[in-house]
């Protein structure tokens, strides 16, 4: 059943309700050949899902009815922020779309001094709309009723001098304990993980996390990319504590 996130901004969910759908859903509709009558699925990510029915499709315009709405969630049970250093061209793009798939509560882009990319004001503003749209294209992908909330990025320094209500981990191939150790130790709980860019996070900003309170770990004995490090890390996670 196809799958649309509408904003709640942009129009109320709620069995009976009959709405027009925004012009990018209208399209998609249009595109993969819907018709009246047919059945697809609606969330706003606030929780739940909503069972429609195609009413009226046009060239630019496609409207539906509520019919049921679903309960059911799919989230994580414990909160897990991705605190990643910016890497390299499009690969923050495929972080955050598995990073989603795999379950995350939050993410935190950082800039870290090995961190290549240097955001810009303006560029950073467009990063975000970006990010945004393949964190809505992820949750409607595979099944998430609510989206991973997207911060702006931050200066390493900067947010490790944030106060978190998260355990802080961050990874290293010179830990000497694992992940997989500490959360066979563990019950499930609220972590912020992070993660450097290319290259890991120099020593000084691992003894700087240190000071911080920050807990270093290692992923196993191979060093992986920064784009394997964090969702292998979530993955293995999930497998230890539940949610795959």
Request: proline share 6%; charged share 20%; glycine share 8%.
């Amino acid at each position: 059943m196809p799958r649309f996130y509408i904003s709640p901004e942009s129009a109320t969910l709620d069995v009976g309700v009959a709405l027009d759908l925004p012009a990018t859903i209208a399209h998609h509709v249009a595109v993969i050949r819907l018709k009246a009558g047919d059945t697809i699925q609606l969330f706003n990510g606030l929780g739940g899902a909503y069972i429609a029915t195609l009413t009226e499709i046009g060239k630019k315009h496609a409207s539906a009815e509520v019919k049921l709405f679903i309960p059911e969630e799919t989230e994580l049970p414990y909160a897990l922020n991705l605190v990643q250093g910016l890497p390299e061209g499009s690969k923050m793009d495929w972080i955050i779309e598995k990073a989603m798939e795999l379950g995350v509560t939050s993410i935190q882009p950082v800039a870290a001094q090995r961190s290549v990319v240097k955001l810009s004001a303006d560029r950073a503003d467009k990063k975000m709309a970006h990010w945004q749209g393949i964190i809505t294209a992820a949750a409607e992908q595979c099944g998430r009723n609510r989206l991973a909330q997207l911060h702006a990025p931050v200066s390493l320094n900067s947010w490790l001098a944030q106060q978190d209500m998260h355990k802080r981990i961050m990874l290293s191939p010179r830990a000497e304990t694992s992940l997989a150790d500490w959360a066979r130790h563990h019950p499930p709980q609220a972590i912020s993980l992070l993660i450097g860019p290319e290259g890991g996070l120099s020593p000084d900003e691992e003894q700087a996390a240190v000071r911080h309170g920050v807990l270093c770990l290692s992923i196993g004995p191979r060093v992986l990319r920064t784009e394997t490090a964090g969702l292998a890390s979530i993955a293995l996670l999930n497998g230890i504590w539940g949610g795959m």
